[in-house]
């Protein structure tokens, strides 16, 4: 049986899985992820701060104009599209097989995909709100409104809802999080390295059967898992469902 027989099996069989993913998922749709060769945080962007200085909170506040500057050129990829894998972990969600999908990711593709219940533990570029008056805007509006975005109403600076290094991460996201991966028959780690916590730490909370990796590189929880898949996800993904009848 091939791994991706075996993959297609355990789903067919699961009616509470769920999938922890991060940049891996996407970089199938050209959005490039952090900590491989060709990642974000391996490209020289600046001679002063490293990429994850650049994407912490301290930086936000302390040097907003370079901080946009960085954020429009690395974390928004508007023309982006969901790959495979997006849409494959959408028809599980359909076919009941799937309970939630919970991302690092700030992209959006997995509910552009279709999937209905998506915990952002990192937030998303698609939300912006104003830091003084909670003021609501679109991705358009930060991308625009250069060197710093502001409020029409207030004033105020317009942040992306994303966390940032050293921003704490929503509680109900958390405890959703938490729930699920506790209530899970099946969980999928895929497209993510396992770095960066406390995200990192909620596959722990997993008690159910089948724990399958799928990432082009090792990672810790390797060890752990019945079934490690060093393919592309979003290929496998889309090939075990389409073997599940
Ligand atoms: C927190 C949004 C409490 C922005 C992100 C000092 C001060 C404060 C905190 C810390 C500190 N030192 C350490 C910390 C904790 C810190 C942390 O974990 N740092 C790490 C680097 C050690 N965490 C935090 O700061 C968190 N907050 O702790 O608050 C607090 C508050 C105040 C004071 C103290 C504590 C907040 C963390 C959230 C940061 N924001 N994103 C942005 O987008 O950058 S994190 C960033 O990393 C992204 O969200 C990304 O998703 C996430 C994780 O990376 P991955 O998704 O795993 O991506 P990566 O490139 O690493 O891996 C991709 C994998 O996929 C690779 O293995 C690759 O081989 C594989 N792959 C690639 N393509 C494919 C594939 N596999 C299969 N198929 C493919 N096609
Ligand atoms: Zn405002």
Same mark, same amino acid.
């Given at each position: 049986m091939t791994d991706i027989e075996k993959l297609a099996e355990i789903l067919s069989n699961s009616t509470s899985a769920v999938f922890f993913g991060g940049a891996g998922m996407s970089t199938e749709s050209g959005i490039p992820d952090f900590? +491989?060769? +060709?990642?974000i945080y391996n490209q020289k962007l600046n001679q002063t701060f490293s990429p994850e200085e650049m994407a912490s909170h301290r930086f936000f506040v302390s040097h907003p104009e370079e901080f946009f500057a960085f954020y429009r050129e690395r974390f928004v990829y508007l023309d982006a599209k969901p790959n495979a894998g997006h849409l494959a972990l959408a028809e599980l969600e359909r076919r009941g097989i799937l309970s939630a999908v919970i991302t690092q990711?700030?992209?959006g593709l997995h509910q552009i995909a279709g999937s209905r219940v998506v915990y952002e533990l990192h937030g998303s570029i698609r939300r912006n709100y104003c830091v003084e008056c909670g003021a609501k805007y679109d991705v358009s509006f930060v991308m625009n409104n250069k060197p710093v975005p502001h409020c029409t109403r207030c004033g105020g600076v317009v942040k992306p809802d994303v966390v940032l290094y050293g921003e704490h991460l929503d509680n109900d996201n958390i405890s959703n999080s938490i729930r699920a991966i506790a209530n899970a028959d099946t969980l999928i780690v895929g497209g993510t390295s396992l770095i960066v916590y406390p995200a990192a730490g909620l596959i722990d909370y997993f008690r159910g059967r089948h724990l399958i990796l799928i990432n082009k590189t090792a990672t810790h929880a390797d060890a752990d898992a019945e079934l490690v898949i060093r393919e592309p996800i979003g290929e496998t993904l889309s090939k075990a469902v389409a073997l599940i009848e």
């Open positions: 900590r +491989s060769a +060709s990642g990711n700030i992209d």
